[in-house]
């Protein structure tokens, strides 16, 4: 029995079933505070550790679109959940040499990640929630940051919940489910509140669904293996698909503009993708097949490249990010 198990059996005994909502919050603040989960050796492997092609194109995108506004001197960077600070470090690689030269600021709560990131990011300013971030025109990515934040699950109208029944942790109920999440309608709110208020662009991507529909998407991963939900918590990643519809609802709520959902295959390849690897490929042609096979995996329908989601959120007063045209 995991420590986190221990604790949530004894919060269950004292307060009663907790919320699937409270368990994935729970698990993943746990989760996220004691270990680097990235990697060969780590749990799952996101886009930027693939290659840095992912980070250029979004360097190029946003750096684009600050040119194109005017390039504000007050605008700065800024990420949610940067991982090992790689997607910052490679995007802002591309921004510098496009002029910019704002400040570069973290949303990251996990000391160990954070860590990690000072090496990689060493001019960076870091803050534990995104309300936290300066009052100024944002550059923003957002890259499997909202998976991880908690949902809520109905079954029939009713709350689900987690109980200790037969010895271990199970759902008080089954049936159809119908997943929100207040935690990622609040995000994406205050993002869009800054971005209508001083203006920016946000790039999200995420794996999901581009229209709400019920059915029940939370997911545990281990070791690059997915594995049951209510096992070993606090020692498993905890995330759920991402609703591009409820997103883009809470953002034109708060006064942001949207952009359509992209599958991420096809917005790379929009971006120049393609280009870029064969480029990489004749400057080292050692790597050629890595460089194709990491291409591949970013843009195949079979692998990231249907799953995974891009949505822009803007200023009105900005121009829409390059790819979503």
């Given at each position: 029995?995991?420590?986190?198990?221990?604790?949530?059996?004894?919060?269950?005994?004292?307060?009663?079933?907790?919320?699937?909502?409270?368990?994935?919050?729970?698990?993943?603040?746990?989760?996220?505070?004691?270990?680097?989960?990235?990697?060969?050796?780590?749990?799952?492997?996101?886009?930027?550790?693939?290659?840095?092609?992912?980070?250029?194109?979004?360097?190029?995108?946003?750096?684009?679109?600050?040119?194109?506004?005017?390039?504000?001197?007050?605008?700065?960077?800024?990420?949610?959940?940067?991982?090992?600070?790689?997607?910052?470090?490679?995007?802002?690689?591309?921004?510098?040499?496009?002029?910019?030269?704002?400040?570069?600021?973290?949303v990251e709560t996990s000391p160990v990640l954070r860590k990690m990131q000072r090496k990689t990011v060493p001019d960076g300013q870091w803050h534990?929630?995104?309300?936290?971030?300066?009052?100024?025109?944002?550059?923003?990515?957002?890259?499997?940051?909202?998976?991880?934040?908690?949902?809520?699950?109905?079954?029939?109208?009713?709350?689900?919940?987690?109980?200790?029944?037969?010895?271990?942790?199970?759902?008080?109920?089954?049936?159809?489910?119908?997943?929100?999440?207040?935690?990622?309608?609040?995000?994406?709110?205050?993002?869009?509140?800054?971005?209508?208020?001083?203006?920016?662009?946000?790039?999200?991507?995420?794996?999901?669904?581009?229209?709400?529909?019920?059915?029940?998407?939370?997911?545990?991963?281990?070791?690059?293996?997915?594995?049951?939900?209510?096992?070993?918590?606090?020692?498993?990643?905890?995330?759920?698909?991402?609703?591009?519809?409820?997103?883009?609802?809470?953002?034109?709520?708060?006064?942001?503009?949207?952009?359509?959902?992209?599958?991420?295959?096809?917005?790379?390849?929009?971006?120049?993708?393609?280009?870029?690897?064969?480029?990489?490929?004749?400057?080292?042609?050692?790597?050629?097949?890595?460089?194709?096979?990491?291409?591949?995996?970013?843009?195949?329908?079979?692998?990231?490249?249907?799953?995974?989601?891009?949505?822009?959120?803007?200023?009105?007063?900005?121009?829409?990010?390059?790819?979503?045209?």
């Amino acid at each position: 029995m995991t420590p986190l198990e221990r604790a949530l059996r004894d919060r269950i005994k004292a307060e009663g079933p907790i919320s699937v909502e409270a368990f994935m919050n729970a698990c993943n603040e746990y989760y996220y505070a004691t270990r680097d989960p990235l990697g060969a050796q780590g749990d799952f492997t996101t886009a930027p550790e693939i290659s840095q092609m992912f980070g250029e194109m979004i360097g190029g995108a946003l750096g684009d679109r600050w040119k194109r506004a005017g390039a504000p001197a007050d605008a700065i960077y800024a990420e949610l959940g940067p991982g090992r600070g790689t997607l910052a470090a490679d995007a802002l690689r591309i921004m510098r040499a496009a002029g910019f030269r704002g400040e570069v600021h973290l949303v990251e709560t996990s000391p160990v990640l954070r860590k990690m990131q000072r090496k990689t990011v060493p001019d960076g300013q870091w803050h534990d929630s995104i309300d936290d971030l300066p009052a100024r025109p944002l550059l923003l990515v957002a890259n499997e940051f909202l998976d991880a934040l908690p949902i809520r699950q109905h079954v029939g109208g009713v709350e689900r919940r987690v109980v200790v029944s037969g010895g271990g942790l199970t759902f008080d109920r089954d049936g159809e489910v119908l997943e929100t999440s207040p935690a990622r309608d609040e995000a994406i709110r205050s993002v869009a509140t800054c971005l209508a208020a001083k203006g920016g662009a946000a790039i999200v991507i995420d794996y999901g669904h581009e229209r709400s529909a019920p059915g029940d998407t939370l997911q545990a991963v281990r070791g690059h293996r997915f594995v049951p939900v209510l096992a070993d918590p606090g020692e498993q990643d905890l995330t759920a698909h991402v609703d591009f519809q409820a997103v883009a609802e809470a953002a034109t709520d708060a006064g942001a503009a949207v952009t359509p959902v992209v599958a991420q295959g096809e917005w790379l390849i929009r971006l120049g993708i393609e280009a870029r690897a064969q480029a990489l490929a004749r400057a080292n042609p050692e790597r050629a097949n890595d460089l194709q096979i990491t291409f591949e995996r970013l843009t195949s329908r079979d692998q990231m490249g249907q799953l995974f989601k891009v949505i822009a959120i803007h200023s009105p007063d900005w121009p829409a990010p390059a790819g979503f045209a």
